[in-house]
């Protein structure tokens, strides 16, 4: 019996800000399941600030694949349930993830996603948490924050630690982590309830909304003596300050740059990255995709910690898939908190 | 009996292009030996592009000090020959390296310098070369060419390498360590004359002048699979071409940025670090004097490659103090080929 399915496709590559007039909802017939494919009701889909860049009609070279226009935008994690499975090792009510996002009902096949896993059908072990934490800190959200902070950043013994967009998705948890590794955490953020959020919930040391003055001045106030790693999701003036404020041996973890995301011409990097020189500074980029060796690590210590208590999780959901377009608008423009997340 | 000493001092700092106009030829007498100081008649002194750095009113934070105006050029490398001696373990005769560098004669403490140890009195085991090799492959610059491969970039079996300034003191030997451990190795410079001494001189697979066309169209012709790792003098559009070209796992051993150093404004980075997020990219600044434990290891292993002559070693000797600065020029001009040097 064939399935109807609403989809969220792109239509039109935005120029600047993207809107949901760049979307459309459409209906489309599911093919019959295949051998090998399960058909999964999807409960939540994610909205990652990455996902803008693949709105471009071209992605960074090496980075995640553009969406193709008129076509569901395949490669964003949901979590759903199992409603029908040909695939061996999964079977009916079964809590799954994968990467066949922004549409209700999804056929998905059953092997290893070609761009380093990502996406893959993965069965969900919901005794370390809800369905919906697979999308953060239980799984690549998670995996981000512990990635960049262990790898990238080679977190040391007293290294002090600034974290930017601390209060999203993946700030938040880094920030945690570093924070429960008994570091010194400074967090910025975009708004004063986001500053509040930093140090009233996660308990950071000191934090600041970047829009109350240069970040440069903002970040020397609260750390005079430098900093040793810079967790940056922000780029531009964030990271022009990073270098600045870097002491010795200081680590970038490069994980983002939403503050280029929506700009149409690329942008000049920081002009003082001689810094990196003067001060035997490393400046890692890195994916969590790269790293999916790491996940049931991460897993592990995060949902332990959110078991415990110790880890604060904040999600914003929007309801209704009709509603992705407004909530990655939402998320851009920084109005969310934690991850954003869409329930459908 | 006290010594005159021919001194060069900056008396202005050049905004743009320096010249010999910012300079002046002063004698000064010298103060009488203290107790723990040695005598120095210098028989070459160095002249660096990061020295260029050092004239400017500010010196980037972290690195290097500003030379003062109208005094003596602390920090610049020399070696030379002991001629009197106060201090311990030093004797009239001894062949020596220090940092009191553009002078005829010093006053040189015996004592462990504080930036790093550069420029602390040692020295030379004359075996290993000739006192002026100490300037070269065997003291900084062969250090910086190896801590650049083997620390900053961790070179590793296969990795495509390309070196820019490669005709230069630290990119010549950079580019022969590369070829020398087994790498494809490509080499960029600026004039033909530079790029023939890098191919039939040192045996390189490849390289181009840049001045023939853009960077990045030069580069992926004679690397069109891309490189892993960059060893980077130059910055600017060298940077963005080796940002563009590497591929996953790559990294970049910064070691100076040669085309922004007579620049007055600041530069702004490379418009696509973000490469370095989607390729899992490492750019990592270093300074060969954070490395100081590891000169005995480099020297010994460069100094067994240029005793066996399979290390080439060019040099570009001007004589007479008094043109110091027109040697800095002409390195600064690109003029010179391998490391340039003053005989005094």
Known sequence: MPHTARQVQLTRHPEGEVSPSHFRIVEVELPELGDGEVLVRNLFTSVDPALRLQ????????????????APM????????VVESRAEGFARGDAVSHGWGWRDLAVVPACVMSVGGVGTLAKLDTSLGPAEMFLGPLGNMGLTAYVGLVHAAELRDGDVVWVSAAAGAVGSIAAQIAKLGGHRVIGSAGSADKVAFLLDELGLDAAFDY??????????????????VYFDNVGGDHLQAALAMLRRWGRIAMCGAISEYELTEPQPGPTNLFQAVANDLTVRGFRASSHLDLLPESSRVLGGWLASGRLRYRQTIIDGLEHAPDALVAMLAGETVGKTLVRI
Chains 1, 2 share one sequence.
């Open 55 to 70: 709105l471009r009609r071209q992605a960074p070279g090496g980075y995640f694949n553009a969406f193709p226009l008129n």
């Open 74 to 81: 395949d490669g964003i994690m949901s979590v759903g349930e």
């Open 211 to 228: 829009h109350g003055g240069p970040v440069l001045d903002q970040l020397r106030a609260v750390a005079r003596d430098g900093i040793d």
